[in-house]
């Protein structure tokens, strides 16, 4: 093909623009391959043992059996079943054992005692189907009069723990400035360094529940900057509610996860997030079964199913009975996902070579609802073949990383 570019010209081009897609992909690599928990049961260290997730799956049983009528009402796919399986079997996917605000402070070897038989509580569950996947601790912030005890409990967990376990991860509260991820990066490959292990072993959450980590003083928005400095340490962003919306000046009565002060800042969050493969975690609401169980139900239902619809998968619990709710609206909101994506897909399947074709970008959306669906049980890999033979997992992966590839990532 002829034509009047001078080939300096397009050298220079090529250059110029090969290095933009290297540096698009290096920072924006897609979801990655780990699969993200639906929630992050939280659980104070004073409070927490060997037996947490089992007595927790006891409790939300009997929740559910006392109310089931309220239950079956809110349940739109029929997933109750289901649901008090999940419970039965692997009530909690991820926990965090808390050492900030649900411990507060307490003496140095009150506190040693419990980072040391939290890393026990932590080691006794590593590979036992029922216990949680993920697992990890909230230490205290980062800030000067908290600093060192955050740092001690961290090392007592480890050692208690025996090292770092497969899907340990530390939570760090109150990030303000994206320089405190820079310094998290260098603590993490201190502690790699002095307990000899390989790099990048020590993985970090951040909690966005400062508007100062929304809009730094010049404007900019560093939560791009904090996943830029993590190193790839950073698997995930936890909001917090109260916090938050306390020092954006909230009323208390109306400090709440669906307050826009809240959307707001979960929206920045999620753009500064999206296709690094960090996840976004949904913070906690107050209101726990308790006077009115049945209205706690259906308020934590409600806004579980509000935070999915907004591509929030993954949120706080706080309550064994928020585990009976999460599920239920997790299993409801994917199975009725599934219901329209998978005619979508096998339509656009069909008519590839047909020159009637939909966006690659909708079946990659499409292809990963249901591919959620499947990794958090709301649909089973039996059930899946029966309605669609070709969507099999290989193929609904392969749609997703295609496209992905197709633009450039």
């Known amino acids: 093909m002829s034509t009047h570019l001078p080939e300096h010209i397009r050298a220079r081009v090529d250059?110029?623009?090969?290095?933009?897609?290297?540096?698009?992909?290096?920072?924006?690599?897609?979801?990655?391959?780990?699969?993200?928990?639906?929630?992050?049961?939280y659980v104070a260290a004073d409070r927490a043992s060997t037996a947490t997730p089992a007595e927790w799956g006891v409790e939300a049983l009997t929740l559910l059996d006392a109310h089931t009528a309220t239950l079956t009402d809110l349940d739109t796919t029929g997933a109750l079943p289901a649901v008090r399986r999940r419970l039965a079997e692997q009530?909690?996917?991820?926990?965090?054992?808390d050492f900030e605000d649900g411990y507060g402070f307490r003496a140095d070897d009150v506190e040693d005692a419990?980072?040391?038989?939290?890393?026990?509580?932590?080691?006794?569950w590593?590979?036992?189907?029922?216990?949680?996947?993920?697992?990890?601790?909230?230490?205290?912030g980062l800030a000067g009069g908290e600093r060192?005890?955050?740092?001690?409990?961290?090392?007592?967990?480890?050692?208690?723990?025996?090292?770092?376990?497969?899907?340990?991860?530390?939570?760090?509260?109150?990030?303000?400035?994206?320089?405190?991820?820079?310094?998290?990066?260098?603590?993490c490959a201190g502690l790699e360094r002095g307990y000899a292990l390989p790099d990048h072993t020590l993985r970090f959450e951040l909690q966005i529940e400062s508007p100062q980590a929304i809009i730094a003083p010049d404007g900019t928005a560093p939560i791009a900057r904090m996943i830029r400095l993590a190193d790839k340490r950073c698997s995930a962003l936890h909001f917090g509610t109260y916090d938050y919306?306390?020092?954006?000046?909230?009323?208390?009565?109306?400090?709440?996860?669906?307050?826009?002060?809240?959307?707001?800042?979960?929206?920045?969050?999620?753009?500064?997030?999206?296709?690094?493969?960090?996840?976004?975690?949904?913070?906690?609401?107050?209101?726990?079964?308790?006077?009115?169980?049945?209205?706690?139900?259906?308020?934590?239902?409600?806004?579980v199913a509000r935070a999915l619809r907004r591509g929030y998968y993954q949120g706080w619990d706080m309550h064994p009975g928020h585990l009976i709710t999460r599920w239920l609206a997790t299993y409801?909101?994917?199975?009725?996902?599934?219901?329209?994506?998978?005619?979508?897909?096998?339509?656009?399947?069909?008519?590839?070579?047909?020159?009637?074709v939909d966006e690659p970008a909708t079946a990659e959306a499409l292809a990963a609802t249901v591919l959620r669906a499947v990794r958090c049980g709301a649909v089973t890999e039996e059930e899946l073949p029966a309605r669609?033979?070709?969507?099999?997992?290989?193929?609904?992966?392969?749609?997703v990383h295609r496209t992905a590839t197709s633009r450039g990532r």
């Open 332 to 356: 409801d909101f994917f199975r009725a996902a599934t219901d329209v994506a998978v005619p979508r897909l096998r339509a656009y399947l069909d008519r590839r070579g047909e020159g009637i």
């Open 388 to 399: 669609a033979p070709e969507l099999t997992l290989a193929v609904l992966d392969g749609l």
């Open 114 to 124: 419990a980072a040391t038989a939290a890393g026990e509580a932590l080691a006794s």
């Open 15 to 41: 250059a110029v623009l090969d290095s933009v897609d290297a540096d698009l992909r290096a920072r924006y690599p897609g979801a990655g391959e780990q699969v993200q928990p639906v929630h992050t049961a």
């Open 148 to 187: 060192r005890r955050s740092l001690r409990t961290l090392e007592l967990v480890l050692e208690g723990a025996g090292g770092v376990l497969p899907g340990f991860v530390f939570t760090v509260p109150k990030i303000r400035a994206a320089e405190q991820v820079s310094a998290l990066v260098d603590l």
């Open 126 to 140: 590593a590979g036992k189907t029922s216990a949680p996947t993920s697992f990890g601790v909230r230490i205290k």
């Open 91 to 97: 009530p909690i996917q991820d926990l965090r054992i």
């Open 245 to 303: 919306t306390a020092a954006c000046g909230i009323a208390a009565t109306d400090q709440a996860l669906d307050h826009p002060a809240a959307d707001h800042a979960k929206t920045v969050m999620q753009v500064a997030a999206a296709q690094t493969g960090v996840w976004i975690c949904d913070g906690s609401t107050q209101i726990v079964p308790g006077a009115d169980t049945e209205a706690a139900l259906r308020t934590h239902h409600r806004l």
